[in-house]
């Protein structure tokens, strides 16, 4: 059984910039969510997908964009990045349907700096 | 918005001593979970209990809940060094789907 991977581990981006962060959700997995967790803060959902739809969003603005691939492969876009936005950001998988019954699995994060 | 509070912020103990967190929440709940994260990476999921169940075990773990109080505590006995790491709660409301919603987390430091 697969965990969660995620891509780039680390990542330097310029303010204006666009950026694409990758998960590979784990095996059996259908639903796959992103979080922002900023330094000393708990994560904060960004949204999540399912059957390649987004199916829930935090308080995000419409710059946080997302994609859901047939294989539950996801991405995270961020465009017009800003100072803020500076973080890890999480993706975690779970099956829908479970309420998150057995818990999610999250993978090890991208750390995104904005300069 | 974070969904819950944790209680304290940060925990220095010795080895060999128990560990005592507490959550606090605000709205009806679905689940609580308990996740462990070490020095800013990935979370890591501990244990899991749903608001019909008042106590969990889980190895060195011990969850629980008080509904009517919106609140959670998790006990690690016996801690030990590698126990060292923040740790969180995360709600799933009712009605709100998967999304998990976080706490603020406790520091906790285990030292030899």
């Known amino acids: 059984e697969t965990g969660v991977t995620q891509s780039p581990t680390h990542l330097i981006k310029t303010r204006g910039q666009q950026v694409t962060l990758r998960c590979s959700s784990q095996?059996?997995?259908?639903?796959v969510s992103w979080y922002q967790q900023a330094l000393g803060q708990g994560p904060q959902f960004i949204f999540q997908?399912?059957?390649?739809?987004?199916?829930g969003r935090g308080n995000f603005p419409p710059r946080f964009s997302g994609l859901q691939f047939p294989n539950y492969s996801s991405e995270l876009n961020v465009n017009a990045l800003e100072l803020d936005d500076s973080a890890l950001y999480l993706c975690?998988?779970?099956?829908?349907?479970?309420?998150?019954?057995?818990?999610?699995?999250f993978g090890s994060g991208t750390r995104l700096t904005v300069v | 918005s974070q969904q819950g509070e944790e209680d304290p912020q940060a925990l220095s103990i010795q080895e060999g001593e128990n560990a005592t967190m507490n959550c606090s929440y605000k709205?009806?709940?679905?689940?609580l979970q308990w996740y462990r994260q070490n020095s800013g990476r990935g979370l890591v999921h501990l244990i899991l209990?749903?608001?019909?169940?008042r106590e969990k075990h889980s190895g060195r773990l011990r969850v629980t809940l008080d509904t009517s109080k919106k609140s959670s505590s998790l006990l690690i006995t016996a801690s030990r060094a590698a126990d060292t790491a923040s740790y969180f709660c995360?709600?799933?409301?009712?009605?709100?789907?998967?999304?998990?919603?976080f706490g603020t987390g406790t520091q906790l430091k285990v030292e030899l």
């Open positions: 095996s059996g997995h259908n639903t």
């Open positions: 995360a709600t799933v409301l009712t009605g709100g789907g998967n999304k998990l919603t």
């Open positions: 975690a998988s779970s099956l829908e349907g479970t309420r998150g019954a057995y818990g999610y699995t």
């Open positions: 997908y399912y059957r390649e739809e987004e199916n």
């Open positions: 209990i749903r608001s019909n169940e």
């Open positions: 709205t009806s709940i679905n689940n």
